[in-house]
Structure formats: C-alpha cells, structure tokens
C-alpha cells in the first residue's frame, strides 16, 4: 500500500505520510510513504534534522492501494487517483469530493495537524513511533499550528508534540521551533514561479476554481521585494490553467498577520469576503494565520451564496 500526501508536499503532507507508513509496518500492513512532487525547504530540513531520506516521488498511482493523508479532494491527489483503490484517508481539513464504491478508514479530527492523529492512530494501535519517525511529526505540528500559536491549535496537538518531543530527544520545542521557521523563511534563492506554487493548493468553489498558496515566513521583506515577479507568475498561471483568482498568502508568522497577492477575475469580491480592500494587487489579513480555518470557509459561503 502506497500512502500519500498532496500536491506541493508541506511539512505535514510528508511527515504524515512517513509517520503512518511506519505505524502499518509496524502492525503488518505492508506500506510505502510516497510524495507527489518534492518536499519544501521547511520539510527538507525535517528529514535532515531526522536523518530520514526523501520518500519516491510518485505523480501515478492508478492501480495500487493507496491511504491519503492531508486532504480530501481529487483536485490535490494525481491526475489518475480515481483509478488506483483508497484504503482510507487522515485528515484535518474539510470534508472533500473524494467518494469511494468501498468502505474505507477514515480519520478525520478538527485538530490542527494530521500528524497529530497518525499520533494517535499509534496510541490507538498500542505502538510508539521511532525517534526520527517522532521528530518529523513533532515537526509538522509545531508548522501546521505555527508554533501553538495558530487557531486551529487544540490541546489535543499541544500534546501530542509534547510526547513526540520526548519520544524524539528533543529537549527544547521553543529552539527547534526557530530553527525550523529560519529554514522555512529562507527565500532569497528562491524564483517567484517555485513561490507561487509553495503549499498551493486549489479550491473548486461553485464551478470556479480559486489557486491559493500561502508562504510562512518570519519576515516578509524579501517576499515584498519578489512581489512584481510574483504577480507575473501568477498572471501566467491564471491565464494557463483559467482561474478564477489566484492568490498566494505572504504570512508573517511572528506578527500572525497576512497580506495576499491577487490576481483574479474578480479580486474585489475575493477581498470583501475576508472583509478587505484590494490596492494595487494585495490586499491585507491582520491577525489571519490560517488558510483552512480564516479564508476558505468565508470564500466559500461568498461563491456560493
């Protein structure tokens, strides 16, 4: 069995993925953790910190048995996911479009990082997860709930990076934190194209397809000085692939604060569900952090009111 995460692996995407691969090996279900295209530089530094060696990136999956973790949606899976059979999905988004013509597993807790229920899924099958297994976790926690401090943050993750910390050795949360978001900010070599497309992900939303990628960083600076090639990227895409908006998220994880970039066909009406004003492009999010929990569920209700 294959498991696998989405498109433009995230920290989450991958440590879930190998975490839960693990945990089936470990209980007898033979399984393989799989990646869909390469880890982002916050997940390299995951692995490096691990010594876990990158997982196979795979863009077919049509006729294996396959797990999913980290989304729900075709539209984030491989071009040819509807041939290949899901066994079961992890989740802590939104229920997606994924429908199956056999039973399947299915975990999906409103909890601010997948890893912290492949987590439980150990404590659950009375497993414990190896340390460099336990340190990738850990770290997709402290990403997804940017260091506690995200809203989607509940006890229940608080925990869990707690135990894997201990399991992991490592003593100090707070400094492995930092070093984690310096790698993660570090975009000074990185070309506007790879930037857009960090963590994108892309919403069907009453027939209208909406890209929005979000970009974590500790300090928005160089982000601002890329913003001109950014939104040429971003045209381009749009006008490959027929968005309706595409929209990268610049969020500056120690104000928790977010300011976006937007090309659209109608960027007003973007910005007026997120009570905002578009000017010259961006528009500002004050104290927005989380993508799931403070932008989608407002777009959503807009475009299909």
């Known amino acids: 069995m294959l498991v696998l995460g989405h498109q433009n692996p995230d920290c989450d995407s991958l440590c879930s993925a190998i975490g839960l691969a693990a945990l089936f090996n470990k209980i007898g279900r033979p399984a393989t953790p799989v990646l869909q295209g390469e880890p982002n530089p916050e997940a390299q530094f995951l ?11 795979r863009t077919s999956v049509a006729g294996e048995e396959i797990f999913i973790v980290d989304y729900s949606d075709w539209g984030q899976g491989t071009a040819d996911m509807k041939k290949a059979k899901i066994r079961g999905i992890v989740d802590h988004h ?15 807790w409103p909890v601010g990082c997948s890893a912290t229920i492949v987590y439980n899924m150990y404590k659950f099958n009375n497993q414990k997860p190896d340390a460099d297994v336990a ?15 995200g809203p989607t943050t509940t006890d229940i993750d608080k925990v869990a990076a707690k135990e894997l910390a201990e399991i992991a050795g490592v003593a100090d949360l707070a400094a492995f934190a930092k070093a ?12 506007a194209a790879e930037l857009i497309l960090r963590d994108q992900k892309v919403f069907e939303m009453a027939g209208e397809k909406l890209a929005i ?8 600076e160089t982000a601002f000085s890329k913003k001109d090639e950014m939104l040429v990227e971003m045209g381009q895409l749009q006008a490959d692939k027929g968005y309706h908006s595409t929209i990268v998220l610049l969020t500056d994880i120690t104000k928790l604060d977010t300011t976006a970039l937007i090309i659209s066909k109608d960027a007003d009406k973007v910005a007026k569900a997120l009570n905002s004003a578009v000017v010259d492009h961006m528009f500002e999010l004050p104290g927005v952090v989380s993508r799931k929990k403070q932008i989608i569920p407002f777009l959503q209700e807009a475009f299909e009111a």
Request: hydrophobic content about 40%; glycine content about 6%.
């Open 94 to 108: 939104k229920l997606g479009d994924i429908t199956t013509s056999e039973p399947l597993e299915c975990w999906i």
């Open 213 to 220: 990628g979000q970009l974590e960083l500790t300090s928005l």
């Open 47 to 57: 692995l490096e910190q691990s010594g876990f060696p990158t997982p196979e990136i």
């Open 135 to 149: 340190k990738l976790m850990m770290g997709a926690i402290i990403s997804d709930t940017v260091n506690f401090q």
């Open 180 to 191: 984690q978001f310096e790698a993660k900010s570090d975009i000074a070599s990185v070309s």
